[in-house]
């Protein structure tokens, strides 16, 4: 079974965090999620982050620290996941590379359905408030 490295940014901004939608016709199509992906051969996770919400979303950022670090096995792969506090720097997010984005609050991500991949991490945001700032 192949282990996929992905990286996923946790974009604050005014007391906001940035999730995606990911295109119906992909693995997990529908569900929203953490933006990010796909780590490629030679690449740090960091580079891997700036790369993809810049293709994904068309925005810079500033990679911070590591938040959580997991993997997660589905029936066809397995993915190791690294979440990344992540400063928004410029550019306003468009939809480039995902179905559709938005800004959400912490009382608003129980209305949107994620992978069970981020179940851990939707759990110390739900609860934390301190990473909110």
């Given at each position: 079974?192949?282990?996929?490295?992905?990286?996923?940014?946790?974009?604050?901004?005014?007391?906001?965090?940035?999730?995606?939608?990911?295109?119906?016709?992909?693995?997990?199509?529908?569900?929203?999620?953490f933006p990010g992906?796909?780590?490629?051969?030679?690449?740090?996770?960091?580079?891997?982050?700036?790369?993809?919400?810049?293709?994904?979303?068309?925005?810079?950022?500033?990679?911070?620290?590591l938040l959580e670090?997991?993997?997660?096995?589905?029936?066809?792969?397995?993915?190791?996941?690294?979440?990344?506090?992540?400063?928004?720097?410029?550019?306003?997010?468009?939809?480039?590379?995902?179905?559709?984005?938005?800004?959400?609050?912490?009382?608003?991500?129980?209305?949107?359905?994620?992978?069970?991949?981020?179940?851990?991490?939707?759990?110390?945001?739900?609860?934390d408030t301190d990473?909110?700032?």
């Open positions: 079974m192949p282990i996929i490295d992905v990286a996923a940014a946790l974009v604050f901004r005014e007391g906001k965090l940035l999730i995606t939608q990911r295109y119906a016709d992909a693995h997990l199509g529908g569900l929203w999620e992906g796909k780590r490629e051969p030679d690449e740090d996770f960091e580079a891997c982050l700036q790369r993809e919400l810049r293709e994904e979303l068309g925005i810079s950022v500033t990679v911070g620290e670090s997991l993997t997660h096995a589905y029936p066809e792969k397995t993915v190791h996941l690294k979440f990344y506090r992540c400063r928004w720097q410029e550019h306003e997010p468009q939809a480039l590379g995902c179905a559709a984005f938005k800004w959400v609050t912490a009382g608003e991500l129980q209305d949107y359905t994620f992978p069970a991949a981020d179940a851990r991490l939707l759990g110390q945001l739900k609860a990473i909110w700032r």
